[in-house]
């Protein structure tokens, strides 16, 4: 079958649409060496990289916008057998280090696997990854985005981001696992396929996490919910979750609450568990 190659601009510079983020990121701390404040803190922003899975997943069409890159790593983008043509195999290679325009530093490959257009009820993609790690964590598992027919009140696509086995391993070995779903939907003006400019994107749903602290030596296991007034909201042109909150819940019923702010395009968010506050930094 053949293959089509093409040099791709930083994820979330796919298409020109993405504009770059106005905040400066150049401080970012490390995400790797963020040391868990309470159980849950180290993997609070598990989902940040579900940015980039939206971005990449939905951008049907990226050559025409190859050459308006507003900057960041170029890296390769594989199509087999091509661009329209489906069921199809997008292959997103970021080679030994690629850094994006706000400071991420990705390696490795994701792989999508497209049924069909997503634009089409019934269609579905799988992501998988090989060897591929987001500012030195290592991500494994996978994840599905399927478009099961569901719309929303202005006629918008509503997909369902299944989350399967998808860990996030640290340097010092300590993981999270994640499973459940999202309702991924766009948001602001529009109703188009994809959505990109027209409006950004929100999620809510309900995610279940085992996640073990290497340090301590202990797994814990608790679900994070987000509920539709309290919607995660996903910027054009920012690699992070810009707004919204989740209801974290342990297993022994204690609970904790992250909010990733007010709109801004940073890696910080606040996390609070037993009355007392802290500020974290948001990993993938």
Not at 106 to 127: C, H, M, P, V
Request: charge should be neutral; hydrophobic fraction near 30%; proline fraction near 5%.
């Amino acid at each position: 079958m053949k293959k089509v190659i093409i040099i791709s601009v930083s994820i979330f510079a796919l298409s020109a649409i993405f504009v770059a983020c106005q905040k400066e990121i150049a401080s970012k701390p490390n995400a790797s060496k963020l040391t868990p404040v309470t159980p849950g803190a180290q993997s609070v922003a598990a989902t940040a990289e579900e940015a980039n899975q939206i971005a990449l997943v939905l951008n049907t069409n990226p050559l025409a916008d190859f050459s308006k890159s507003s900057g960041g790593c170029i890296p390769v983008v594989t199509y087999d057998p091509g661009p329209d043509v489906y069921p199809r195999t997008v292959t997103i290679d970021y080679g030994e280090s690629c850094t994006s325009a706000s400071g991420v530093t990705r390696s490795g490959k994701i792989i999508l696997k497209y049924s069909n257009d997503l634009a089409i009820t019934g269609s579905q993609e799988l992501t998988t990854y090989n060897n591929y790690y987001v500012d030195g964590i290592k991500i494994e598992g996978g994840t599905k985005f399927a478009n099961n027919g569901e719309v929303g009140t202005q006629g918008q696509i509503i997909y369902r981001l299944t989350y399967k086995n998808r860990k996030s391993i640290q340097p010092d070995g300590g993981y999270t696992n994640i499973n459940g779903h999202h309702r991924v939907i766009k948001r602001g003006e529009g109703s188009g396929y994809p959505g990109f400019p027209d409006g950004d994107f929100r999620a809510t749903g309900l995610l279940n996490y085992t996640q073990f602290n290497s340090v301590s030596g202990v797994t814990t296991q608790f679900t994070v919910a987000t509920r539709p007034q309290d919607a995660l909201i996903y910027k054009s042109g920012c690699d992070w979750i810009t707004k919204g909150k989740s209801l974290y819940t342990y297993s022994d019923q204690t609970t904790a609450n992250l909010d990733y702010g007010n709109g801004e395009c940073d890696n910080l968010g606040t996390f609070t568990k037993n009355g007392v506050t802290t500020t974290i930094v948001l990993a993938p």
